[in-house]
């Protein structure tokens, strides 16, 4: 018998999951979540679908310019108080 997982706690497990990386339980418990609920259903399969293209991409270059502005962008986000 498996434990009963809320939306919550299914999207907290769903990386894990998607890796295969969650024990039997937890993989039964999350199989059967996403068969009742189709909002985390939809979650689950355009998470796979996006991870498929962005794995299937490959390698590609980003302009210096626009590496240039993420970087000191993400900088600004993450900079110490």
Do not use: W
């Amino acid at each position: 018998m498996f434990t009963m997982l809320d939306c919550k706690q299914v999207r907290a497990e769903l990386s894990n999951y998607l890796d295969g990386e969650v024990s039997a339980e937890v993989k039964a418990a999350v199989d059967d979540h996403l068969s009742r609920c189709r909002c985390c259903a939809v979650m689950f399969d355009t998470t796979r679908k996006t991870l498929t293209i962005v794995t299937e991409a490959g390698v590609f270059t980003i302009p210096a310019e626009v590496s240039q502005r993420l970087h000191a962008r993400l900088q600004q986000v993450y900079a110490a108080p």
